[in-house]
């Protein structure tokens, strides 16, 4: 009994093992993986990397070109660029990650309860999906933002509203195909009930390729909560996040560059990172749709 339940959590470890070998091979996986990390970096060990408390303002240092002292240069308030785009990297991570997670997890439920319940109850979600999903947003933002004002809680509320009809669907489609399958069948005739057969049964098969698609959809949420923040709905000044900094070399791109290139060069590495790892991902579990 011992050696039979020790068995599984073996292969699942080489399972892993292979996966991660087959991640490491792909020179693009690879770039992306190194990208995401940096990244991660950054924001993690903010504190040890700069001597610069991002909200510090100091006039006498304005508008300042990169160099040993600030190696982004600073800002129209004297504010260390560097450190702003460090800790702006906690914010645009944590955002991306909390909300992402909150997202998944009410699309799986709904999406769920709309595969396996019945048809007028698939209907109705459905319905509901395109509901939600209709709402163009920056106009949901806009209208989340007159209600609650500008926070960092507005932002998260906008890309849960935004991801969540997307998971939802996808879940319910796979649901659909799964629910007549022979295990299926086997659980309802041994009596399982219709939470056990959801928990059990269809859930694991459905949340693998959501994962990939979630770690896919993290650099769109990073630019939502830019976007929402460059357009002055979402936290809060003096909070660094890589939107307001963005916003606070727009208007003067032309005489002090840096700014914006610091606001948006991190936007771009997380993108590109976070989109060649996931592209990766999904060619390493799904070899089917390897070069779509």
């Given at each position: 009994m011992?050696?039979?339940?020790?068995?599984?959590?073996?292969?699942?470890?080489?399972?892993?093992?292979r996966?991660?070998?087959?991640?490491?091979?792909?020179?693009?996986?690879?770039?992306?993986?190194?990208?995401?990390?940096?990244?991660?970096?950054g924001?993690?060990f903010?504190?040890?990397?700069?001597?610069?408390d991002p909200?510090?303002?100091?006039?006498?240092?304005?508008?300042?070109?990169?160099?040993?002292?600030h190696?982004?240069?600073?800002?129209?308030?004297?504010?260390?660029?560097?450190?702003?785009?460090?800790?702006?990297?906690?914010?645009?991570?944590?955002?991306?990650?909390v909300?992402?997670?909150?997202?998944?997890?009410?699309?799986?439920?709904?999406?769920?309860?709309?595969?396996?319940?019945?048809?007028?109850?698939?209907n109705?979600?459905?319905?509901?999906?395109?509901?939600?999903?209709?709402?163009p947003?920056?106009?949901?933002?806009?209208?989340?933002?007159t209600?609650?004002?500008?926070s960092?809680?507005?932002?998260?509320?906008?890309?849960?509203?935004?991801?969540?009809?997307?998971?939802?669907r996808?879940?319910?489609?796979q649901?659909?195909?799964?629910?007549?399958?022979?295990?299926?069948?086997?659980?309802?005739?041994?009596?399982?009930?219709?939470?056990r057969?959801?928990?059990?049964?269809?859930m694991?098969?459905?949340?693998?390729?959501?994962?990939?698609?979630?770690?896919?959809?993290?650099?769109?949420?990073?630019?939502?909560?830019?976007g929402?923040?460059?357009?002055?709905?979402?936290?809060?000044?003096?909070?660094?996040?890589?939107?307001?900094?963005?916003?606070?070399?727009f208007?003067?791109i032309?005489?002090?560059?840096?700014?914006?290139i610091?606001?948006?060069?991190?936007?771009?590495?997380?993108t590109?990172?976070?989109?060649?790892?996931?592209?990766?991902?999904?060619?390493?579990?799904?070899?089917?749709?390897?070069?779509r």
């Open positions: 011992s050696e039979a339940t020790s068995n599984p959590p073996v292969r699942h470890s080489s399972e892993f093992a996966s991660l070998r087959r991640l490491l091979r792909e020179p693009l996986g690879v770039f992306g993986l190194g990208l995401v990390l940096l990244v991660v970096f924001a993690v903010a504190d040890f990397l700069t001597q610069w909200t510090r303002i100091n006039p006498r240092d304005r508008f300042l070109g990169p160099s040993a002292d190696l982004l240069g600073t800002d129209q308030l004297g504010r260390d660029l560097f450190s702003r785009v460090l800790y702006g990297g906690r914010i645009a991570l944590y955002v991306a990650l909300s992402t997670a909150i997202s998944l997890a009410i699309g799986i439920v709904l999406g769920l309860i709309a595969g396996y319940g019945p048809r007028w109850l698939d109705l979600m459905i319905l509901l999906f395109d509901a939600m999903k209709s709402f947003t920056v106009m949901l933002a806009l209208a989340l933002v209600i609650v004002g500008p960092l809680t507005a932002v998260m509320i906008v890309v849960v509203l935004v991801n969540v009809p997307g998971y939802a996808i879940v319910r489609t649901t659909i195909a799964i629910k007549s399958s022979e295990f299926v069948t086997a659980a309802q005739s041994m009596g399982a009930s219709t939470a057969i959801l928990r059990v049964h269809i694991p098969n459905v949340i693998g390729p959501l994962v990939i698609l979630a770690s896919m959809d993290i650099p769109v949420v990073i630019a939502i909560e830019a929402m923040s460059f357009l002055g709905l979402g936290v809060r000044p003096p909070t660094p996040s890589w939107g307001s900094i963005l916003n606070d070399g208007s003067q032309r005489e002090t560059p840096w700014i914006a610091a606001g948006g060069l991190p936007i771009i590495v997380t590109l990172g976070f989109t060649f790892l996931g592209e990766t991902l999904r060619d390493v579990f799904d070899p089917r749709l390897k070069g």
